[in-house]
Structure formats: C-alpha cells, structure tokens
C-alpha cells in the first residue's frame, strides 16, 4: 500500500510539473492539442526587445495566453536562440499565476510562485519563493521546487530561519471507485 502511494505520488507529480514544463514553453507545449494551433497573445504596458540577444522583455501586468494556458505576472522574459527558438521563458510577479489544462479530460494545473523560470534545453523548471502548486485536487507547496525532465527527478525544499521552513504536500483521498 505505501508503495502503491508513492507511486501514485509520483506520478501526480511528474505529470503536474511536466504540464507545468510544456505550458511554459508555449509553441511546443504538449497540452492541449488545440493549444498549441492557437496564436500566442502577450499583453503588457510595455516591453522591450533585443534583437540581437534575442531578449524579450513583457513588463506591466503581463498577460500571455495561449488556448487554455495563461501566465499572469508583473515582467515576463523570453530568450530565444538564433533560429528563435525559446531557451528560457521568466515569469516574476507577487506572485506571477500559470494555468493551464494538460487534457480535455482533465483539471487545470494551475501554479504559482514569486519566480517561475523553464529553461528548454535541459527541461528543467524551477519554482522560487513562495512556491504552490495544484493538480486534481493535490497541492505541494515550499520555498523551491526544482523538476529536471530528463531526469524526472523532483526536489523541493522549505526555507530555513524563517516561518515555512518546510515543504507540504497534500494528497486527497481516493474516491471508492478509483480504490479497486
């Protein structure tokens, strides 16, 4: 039985950060299918782009959709490589929020931290302060909650000398019918 829910475990969360990975990288999420067809809306007071160092800048209460993802922060950041492909996509808010639905049959992933950084070439996603996030139900909240893809490996961390020194998870029961 504790390996049945570990397992469980970890299969919600690898399939909660993996959304939370693909959403994060707009034009290539996984999620969706319909998602990824759909143009991507980027709505701030201002930005700033470097075309040289491919650096887009979104500041003033951003708002990026695309289909059923949202990401909502104070400075989204995008770099892009020479055949402007996403490197690394930074969203900072108080907090910044992120939503998305992985499936038409199921519930939003929806996440949110003072900083949310995805960088593609490694698949690595990184949750900073004030760190939450929840899928059917199930939350983890901490100070850090680092997810290398490659690796599916998961590590999350409190922060020491301070009121949450700790990381939480909660994990609803199953229903009757998912007990068999």
């Not at 990288?25 to 999620?31: K, M, N, P």
């Not at 770099?79 to 199921?106: C, I, K, L, M, Y």
């Not at 020491?160 to 020194?165: C, E, I, K, V």
Request: charged residues 25%; aromatic residues 4%; proline residues 4%.
């Amino acid at each position: 039985m504790i390996n049945s829910k570990r397992g469980d475990t970890r299969q919600w969360l690898a399939s909660f950060v993996t959304a939370l990975c693909l959403a994060l990288t707009a034009g290539t999420a996984l999620a969706l299918p319909e998602d990824r067809d759909q143009p991507i809306h980027i709505e701030s007071d201002r930005a700033t782009h470097d075309q040289r160092k491919g650096l887009t800048i979104y500041e003033g209460s951003v708002q990026l959709t695309q289909g059923s993802l949202r990401i909502v922060a104070d400075r989204i950041t995008v770099q892009t490589d020479g055949n402007n492909q996403v490197e690394w996509v930074e969203a900072v808010g108080s907090p910044a929020h992120f939503e998305q639905r992985p499936r038409a049959d199921e519930e939003l992933v929806t996440a949110r931290a003072e900083s949310v950084r995805y960088t593609a070439g490694p698949g690595q996603v990184r949750l900073l302060r004030n760190a939450w996030l929840e899928q059917d139900g199930a939350t983890m909240s901490g100070n850090r909650i680092d997810y290398d893809m490659e690796q599916e490996i998961v590590k999350a961390e409190g922060e020491t000398g301070t009121d949450r020194p700790r990381i939480e998870m909660v994990i609803p029961p199953q229903s009757r019918e998912n007990r068999n």
